[in-house]
């Protein structure tokens, strides 16, 4: 069955401090999708990034980067010089292409970026 | 805009009550997702639909009942069974295949008094 850990519960850094949340997934399928999503204080989980399990090339948005491996399968997100905005719960997930139509998300990383 | 309403954002609820809570989305999606979130947890999957008038069992069904009777709309009743129900519950939609991810709508907080 799929599976997405994200060890890390909670991070609190220091604004301009650059942080990476972990994720780690498990599936047999070997096509499939992997996304990032934030919940800031609103509640409303926002969509970040879509990656396909073809596509390992690694992807910068601003100062957002993710990097995904295949050989260790960990889709992780880095943020780079941290502001107090970036303050959220993310959330990594898992779909895959056959069965239930579904995502499978970790349990979420708190993360603090304190002024 | 296209979007996920849920109303109401705050619920409050008497012991022994059953609420419902409202879903509605104007993307067209096929599939609507109900989840529960408690502080600190992770979301929980109570509920999906793929099709109208067709839904599943999530993994924490128990308590709760739902309904697919028109394709924007996807409700959540949270029975007197359900023993525990204070919760922030967060409501999704797809396209056909979640490939392309959830959308989500804003949440209901809901307390039992």
């Known amino acids: 069955a799929q599976k997405v850990t994200q060890a890390q519960t909670e991070i609190s850094v220091v604004e301009k401090e650059d942080v990476t949340l972990d994720c780690v997934y498990e599936?047999?399928?070997?096509?499939?999708?992997l996304f990032w999503y934030k919940q800031p204080p609103s509640g409303e989980l926002v969509f970040l990034i879509r990656?396909?399990?073809?596509?390992?090339q690694n992807e910068i948005s601003g100062r957002y980067s993710w990097n995904f491996q295949k050989s260790t399968s960990s889709f992780n997100f880095t943020i780079t010089a941290s502001q107090v905005v970036d303050s959220a719960v993310y959330f990594c997930?898992?779909?895959?292409?056959?069965?239930?139509?579904?995502?499978?998300f970790g349990q979420g990383t708190r993360l603090t970026i304190n002024p | 805009d296209g979007g996920i309403t849920q109303s109401p954002k705050y619920l409050f609820r008497k012991e022994g009550q059953n609420v419902t809570l409202s879903c509605e989305q104007n993307?067209?999606?096929?599939?609507m997702y109900w989840y529960r979130q408690d502080p600190g947890q992770g979301l929980r999957l109570i509920y999906y639909?793929?099709?109208?008038?067709?839904?599943q069992k999530g993994d924490i069904a128990e308590g709760y009942s739902v309904s697919r009777e028109k394709k924007e709309s996807f409700p959540l009743t949270v029975t007197s069974a359900q023993k525990n129900p204070t919760a922030f519950y967060l409501c999704?939609?797809?396209?056909?295949?979640?490939?392309?991810?959830?959308?989500f709508g804003s949440g209901t907080r809901l307390t039992v008094v």
């Open positions: 599936t047999r399928d070997t096509t499939y999708y």
């Open positions: 993307l067209n999606h096929d599939a």
């Open positions: 990656r396909n399990s073809f596509d390992e």
């Open positions: 997930a898992l779909s895959e292409t056959g069965g239930a139509q579904k995502l499978v």
């Open positions: 999704a939609s797809s396209r056909g295949s979640t490939a392309y991810g959830y959308t």
């Open positions: 639909s793929q099709i109208v008038n067709d839904f």
